[in-house]
């Protein structure tokens, strides 16, 4: 019969039918190597992952000790990391000073840090939905609340998930500028004014610089004021007079309505 329980090294967390959670071992003694032979590294990767997206209990100690070390702006080498460990008392629950000395061994250079951070961070991402879907299972089981309240539960559940998923950490500011430099190239070479796409409306471009990637706009006014064709056109516009895809969705009207 399948049992829930936790396995050793992994902070106690259960997991379902006594299969190994999803982990990638190699790849945390990697990042944590990589910021104990280059310190600065660690800024590529505080961003990515947090101390609890490490699978082994070990590592979390490691790598929470090195973000205090970061907080106080201070080195991050073996030597510092021992006496922060030891002043936390989590030296010896980590392995001790040999098995910080022996992370090191596993990488040159901390080069390919940020993929592995992100490893790292992919496998913390499956075991938390594993352990959500298996809440959401067991909660449905109880039938202790209504369907609502499990249905908003289990929304809320999956959507701080996929947040954090989608947080970006630092940007280098070099190929940004170059894409803006671009840009600014393309809106005089085209005299049009706009440095997105256009929507057809000249001074509406003119105001908002034309429609630009990664801008919510909210087109608002009171029922049967022209919204949904307004859009159309726009859509229109993008479609036959500049040759791009672009998909409608609409929650009123069908397709053959919009058509």
């Given at each position: ?55 082994r ?33 989590s030296l010896?629950?980590?392995g ?25 961070k ?58 803006v ?79």
């Open positions: 019969m399948a049992t829930q329980q936790g396995r050793p090294g992994t902070g106690g967390r259960a997991q379902s039918f006594d299969r190994v959670p999803p982990q990638a071992l190699d790849a945390e003694t990697s990042v944590l190597g990589a910021v104990l032979v280059e310190g600065d590294s660690i800024a590529r990767v505080i961003e990515l992952i947090p101390a609890e997206a490490f699978y209990d070990a590592h979390r100690l490691i790598y929470a000790a090195m973000l205090n070390l970061y907080e106080k702006s201070e080195v991050i080498d073996v030597i510092t990391l021992s006496a922060e460990m030891e002043h936390l008392g010896e629950k980590a001790g000073r040999f098995y910080l000395a022996s992370l090191m061994d596993q990488v040159a250079t901390a080069a390919h840090v940020t993929y592995h951070a992100n490893l790292v992919e496998k913390w991402i499956r075991r938390r939905l594993i352990r959500t879907g298996t809440e959401i299972v067991q909660k449905s089981y109880d039938d202790a609340d209504e369907v609502e309240v499990l249905l908003d539960g289990a929304e809320q559940s999956i959507f701080e998930i996929s947040e954090q998923r989608l947080s970006q950490g630092f940007f280098r500011v070099r190929p940004v500028v170059k894409e430099f671009k840009q600014v190239q393309e809106l005089h070479k085209g005299g049009t004014g706009a440095l997105g796409l256009s929507s057809g409306f000249r001074d509406l471009d003119t105001k908002l610089s034309g429609l630009q990637g990664g801008d919510l706009l909210i087109i608002a006014g009171r029922p049967s004021m022209g919204k949904t064709a307004f859009a159309l056109n726009v859509t229109s516009n993008i479609a036959v007079h500049q040759n791009k895809q672009v998909g409608f969705f609409s929650l009123e009207m069908s397709k053959e309505q919009l058509v």
